[in-house]
């Protein structure tokens, strides 16, 4: 199973970005999908998730400018995110959890599986 994140850039104060991670492999199902985000000298901390039914959780400093979406036929996750600002600037991380996969003919089951980050700096 694999988790590609791609869409991170350099942008200005104020502008957008829209974030992608789509799983690959024998997935059987997923359940939440996310992004997360580690600045340098930080924890990684909660920006967005959602379920597979729809329902999104946001990070307060997020809310009104971040909207997180998901095409579960594709198993991927969108995140776009407007009104950027400098302190937004992080490695964003895809997040899958409860992963149901094929391995070697047996259903496997993982908790929390983790792509690779992708960059976002928010110029000021």
């Known amino acids: 199973v694999q988790l590609q994140a791609s869409g991170g850039g350099l942008v200005q104060t104020g502008g957008s970005l829209r974030l992608s991670c789509a799983a690959s492999?024998?997935?059987?199902?997923?359940?939440?999908m996310g992004w997360y985000r580690q600045a340098p000298g930080n924890q990684r901390d909660l920006v967005a998730t959602?379920?597979?039914?729809?329902?999104?959780n946001y990070a307060n400093s997020v809310k009104g400018r971040f909207t997180i979406s998901r095409d579960n036929a594709k198993n991927t996750v969108y995140l776009q995110m407007s009104s950027l600002k400098p302190e937004d600037t992080a490695v964003y991380y895809c997040?899958?959890?409860?992963?149901?996969?094929?391995?070697?003919?047996?259903?496997?089951?993982?908790?929390?599986?983790w792509g690779q980050g992708t960059l976002v700096t928010v110029s000021s």
């Open positions: 997040n899958a959890g409860d992963l149901r996969y094929y391995s070697d003919s047996f259903l496997r089951y993982v908790n929390n599986y």
């Open positions: 492999g024998n997935i059987f199902t997923i359940g939440s």
């Open positions: 959602i379920t597979s039914r729809g329902s999104a």
